[in-house]
Each structure stands twice: as C-alpha cells, then as structure tokens.
C-alpha cells in the first residue's frame, strides 16, 4: 500500500489543541471500549454484501442510540445507510462508516474496522464538544456498498456532504506494505475507475445441424477479451484493466445467442481512466463488426480518484505523533479504488490507512485478511487511528486558522483538477 516518499508534499502541521481536550477524546473512546469491540465483532462474523448490510445498520443505530444519540435510520433513500449527528452550529466534521463486506470471503477488506474507527471518532468528538459548549457538529455516516455499488455517490447525489467542512476514515491494510515501526500512512492518493458492461447480442442456432445459421455471442466475448490482453501491453504502467465473462451461453449445442463482460478500467484520474475505456471499447466493437453480433453498453459506477486534503493529513501526522502511534507522511498511490475518492471531489477529505497484523501474503481481498481483520489487534489499531481522528476532527471544528488552511487546500486542488482537464 505504502512506502516512503517525499513527505514535503504535506505542509507544517498546525499547533495541536491543549491536553485536557485530548484527554477527553481519549477517555470517552476508551469508556465504551466493550461497545465498540462488540459491534466490530458483530460486522465481522456477519459480513453482507453491498446494499444488503441490514443487520450492520441495525447493530451500530441501536448502539448509537444506546449511547444517547438521535440516529436518522434508512438516511438519504438508502435502507442500510444512517445519519447520527451531534452539536449546533459552526463547523460539520464527518466520519464515514464503511461495513460492506465481499462475496465469499468476508471482510477481506476490513470494512468491520472502518466502521469501528469511525464510530469511535464520532463519540470522541461528540464528548469533546458536550465539554466544551464550542458551536460545531459531527456527523457519522453510515455509508453502504463500497465494494460495488458506489454507495457514496447515491449520498453525493442526495447532498450528505453538502455542508462538510472535513470528512475523514481510515482503511486497514496488510502491516508488510509499511516500513517497520510505522502504524499507517496519512496523505496516500487511489486510482480512479470506470465500470461497465457489455452485452453482445447475436442470433441462437442448432450447433450441430446447423451452426452457419447462427451468430456467435460467445465468440465476440471471447475475441474482445483476447484485444484486451493485447491491449494491456500499451497502456502506462499504473492503469490497469481487468474483467469477467458474466454470462457465456447455456447449452454446447446451441450457437450463443448472447453474452456478457463485466469491466474496470482504471487510471490516476477520472478523465484518464475514461480515456482508457474508449480505448477498451474499440476492442469490443471490433469484436462485434468480427462476428457480426450487436454490442451495447451499461455504465455500472464510476469512482473519483482520491484527493487527501493536504492539511487534514498534516494534522493526523501530528496528532497521531501525540498519541504515540507515529504514521508516515505520505504514501505510494494504491491502484485500487473507493468511492471516498467521489467525496473528496466535493469537501476536504482524508482517506489514511493503518497497518494490520497479517500472516505473509495476507494482503487485502485474500481469505488471509478477513482472518487478520477479525483479531483483537486489528481492533485495538483500528481505536488508535480512531483517536488520531477524532483530535483532527475537534481541531477543524475548534481552530480557525486550521479550518481556513483546509479549505484553501480543497479549493487549489479544485484548480489543479479544472487546469487538468482543460489541458485534456
């Protein structure tokens, strides 16, 4: 995931705030210690799927409102997604909460520990604010299908993050992708990707007596997916391009008749990664005129590319310094993709990772790591960086000069996107 980089891409952290206020954030995270082991147990012995996470929304609303919170349950025409907020006025820090799983092999990416976190720093913050009277809210999201689905844009689209000073999370990865002594990385940038499908159409026939009579569907699949390999020799070193045959005929003795690939395309930015679909695109027309079938097109979702707010990253830097769990600077950019990349095209985000214990080849998306991700140090890590943000997220809502820095940063990144794509 990470590995040691320049680490003046981020500026001076800011002065953090004074002790009795970490005190309190500590505290009030460590007071519901059994709680919030409990629910990261829970999400991690009954993974779902995306958009199904039921029994996740219920466990974490009934322990939100157990702890005293108003929850808006189903939020934003979502079922499983949540909204928890507390405070008046002032400033919205956000955390999201991730707690879809993948088929088959679980939480092999973690996503128990994301909620966890982010749960522990909403209740960090939430006990910082009732001390101290400061106007200012904090807000948790509970923010389904990440691994397919792209829950995050349907809460775009429905203007969860309209009014977000700061939205943070952490992701968990394998401890061998970082340097020893190091707990996890702050500024670490993602690839953007562009799903889709494509369904050749052709013409059924017996395929004994009388294949000529047939138009194959399967061979267009089958013809597109070989000009992909092909193509993958041409392309820049960090894009990648990988898919399936989602259907591929029923029966040997029948010629066809319709077929289907499943693609991602992924490149450093949206507009890149978009440029690489057309590309990918060709080779599935020239498939289609080959065989003669009919091709047509589904756009799935598309994820932004992420955009770490330079200055949010600079403050987990030093807060988790103060804690005592030192994280690097800045990290290599992930080939993977998250919809947190879409959020951070419409507020300041922070997206940092944090190291897990895991056994040699453990690395995310491996039955490996739904094995690590489900331990009691997975869990005591993932309460660590939730008190790195949780002291991030009360000083956007307590330091000014920090809030001003944050959205200067989020509005030059704006700048450099617009220049990017015009230049494009």
């Known amino acids: 995931m990470t590995q040691m980089t320049n680490s003046s891409l981020l500026p001076p952290a ?12 500590v505290h009030a995270i460590d007071a519901h210690n059994k709680e919030l082991q409990l629910i990261n147990e829970q999400i991690h012995k009954n993974p779902e799927l995306a958009f199904e996470e039921f029994m996740a929304h219920d466990n974490i609303t009934t322990l939100l409102e157990q702890l005293g919170f108003v929850v808006r349950k189903h939020a934003y025409g979502l079922p499983t997604s949540f909204l928890a907020e507390y405070g008046n006025g002032g400033r919205v820090v956000a955390f999201n909460a991730e707690y879809d799983a993948l088929p088959g092999i679980g939480h092999a990416c973690g996503h128990n520990l994301i909620a966890t976190s982010s749960i522990g720093a909403f209740i960090g913050v939430a006990a910082a604010l009732k001390e101290s009277m400061l106007p200012g809210r904090v807000r948790l999201i509970g923010t389904p299908a990440e691994e ?5 844009i349907n809460l775009i689209d429905a203007g969860a993050y309209d009014d ?9 990865a394998a401890h061998k992708r970082f340097p020893d002594g190091v707990t996890g990385v702050a500024y670490c940038k993602s690839s953007a990707v ?18 000529w009579q ?18 993958r020799q041409q392309i820049q070193p960090h894009e990648r391009i990988h898919g399936v045959i989602v259907e591929g005929g029923t ?21 890149d990664a978009e440029a690489l679909k057309a590309r990918v695109t060709k080779c599935f027309d020239g498939a289609a005129i080959a065989t003669g079938c009919a091709v047509e097109y589904e756009t799935l979702e598309t994820y932004a590319d992420l955009r770490p707010n330079k200055t949010l990253c600079a403050n987990y830097v030093s807060a988790m310094e103060t804690l005592g769990f ?49 331990t009691n140090q997975a869990y005591e890590l993932a309460i660590n960086t939730a008190k790195g943000m949780a002291v991030v997220g009360w000083n956007v809502l307590s330091d000014d000069s920090l809030a001003e820095s944050i959205r200067n940063d989020f509005e030059e990144d704006k700048k450099l ?6 230049i494009g």
């Open 164 to 172: 977000v000073d700061a939205c943070l999370m952490v992701h968990p």
């Open 214 to 231: 047939g138009v194959n569907a399967l061979d267009a699949v089958c013809l597109a997916y070989n000009g992909i390999s092909m193509l």
């Open 194 to 211: 562009v799903k889709f499908r494509a369904r050749y159409t052709g013409k059924p026939a017996h395929a004994a007596t009388a294949p």
């Open 251 to 271: 029966k040997p003795n029948v010629i066809t008749a319709s077929a289907t690939l499943e693609y991602y395309c992924r490149s450093a930015t949206l507009e």
């Open 326 to 374: 030192p994280v690097l600077s800045s990290g290599a950019a992930q080939s993977g993709s998250t919809d947190m990349g879409n959020v951070t095209y419409i507020c300041p985000g922070f997206h940092g990772g944090f190291a897990v214990p895991a056994e040699p080849g453990a690395f995310n998306h491996t039955p490996s790591f739904t094995k690590a991700a489900g």
């Open 417 to 422: 996107r617009e220049a990017s794509r015009n």
């Open 148 to 152: 397919a689905g792209g829950g995050k």
């Open 14 to 25: 800011p002065a953090q705030q004074d002790g009795c206020v970490l005190d309190v954030i």
